[in-house]
């Protein structure tokens, strides 16, 4: 069983600044993959950030603002998130890609962090 954990959400005015943290454990051979996604009330889960053997991935909205990062040892991503707008209020959600036997990728996600951008 692998667990996924979010933390750090939280309440901030337009243009400041919050990190996000996720890490993964239990029966983990290897991470293939990691990734923050957002969800509006009622709208669809979309990827915001993405990292993969170095190579990393931006929604248009957050490039040059949101920055990635990943630590291999610990099983853990971070999502540092600078001049917020209210626009980038969401639940915020961390995927781990579980690589598996035979070549399969197992997606697990965590239960959520509330991020909250005032005006």
């Known amino acids: 069983q692998v667990q996924v954990v979010e933390s750090g959400g939280d309440l901030v005015q337009a243009g400041g600044s919050l990190r996000l943290s996720c890490v993964a454990s239990?029966?983990?051979?290897?991470?293939?993959?990691m990734g923050w996604y957002r969800q509006i009330a009622g709208k669809q889960r979309e990827l915001v950030a993405g990292?993969?053997?170095?190579?990393?991935k931006y929604a248009d909205s957050v490039k040059g603002r949101f920055f990635i990062a990943r630590n291999n040892a610990k099983n853990t991503v971070y999502l540092q998130m600078n001049s917020l707008k209210p626009e980038d209020t969401a639940v915020y959600y961390c995927?781990?890609?579980?690589?598996?036997?035979?070549?399969?990728?197992?997606?697990?996600w965590g239960q959520g962090t509330q991020v909250t951008v005032s005006s």
């Open positions: 995927n781990a890609q579980i690589n598996g036997e035979l070549g399969r990728l197992y997606d697990y």
């Open positions: 990292i993969s053997s170095g190579e990393t």
């Open positions: 239990g029966s983990i051979f290897s991470i293939n993959a």
